[in-house]
């Protein structure tokens, strides 16, 4: 996995809030994964309560939320299921 740069970890876990939130409907399969990308990301560097509120409160501009990710590392992560190799895909 890539070192990531708070803002860029930031800004991933934005969009995947973003998409997340975007049926309007909570499913808890999509908050343990994100849970999971939290960690895996970003460990405690990230206040994961707050930035959920930001999104739900201030609806982000993806083309803004996104903006960090000026790496092709930051840009290129694999997909959800292997970020926890011990966890097993489905």
Do not use: Y
Request: proline share 10%; net charge negative.
């Amino acid at each position: 996995m890539a070192n990531l740069t708070p803002p860029e970890t930031e800004a991933i876990l934005t969009v995947c809030l973003t998409a997340a939130f975007a049926d309007g409907e909570k499913h808890d399969e999509e908050r343990c994964q994100i849970k999971d990308l939290t960690v895996n990301l970003a460990g405690s560097e990230i206040d994961l309560p707050a930035l959920h509120q930001r999104v739900l409160l201030a609806r982000p501009v993806l083309s803004d939320a996104v903006r960090p990710l000026t790496t092709l590392a930051s840009r290129r992560l694999p997909p959800m299921g292997r970020l926890n190799p011990t966890k097993p895909t489905a």
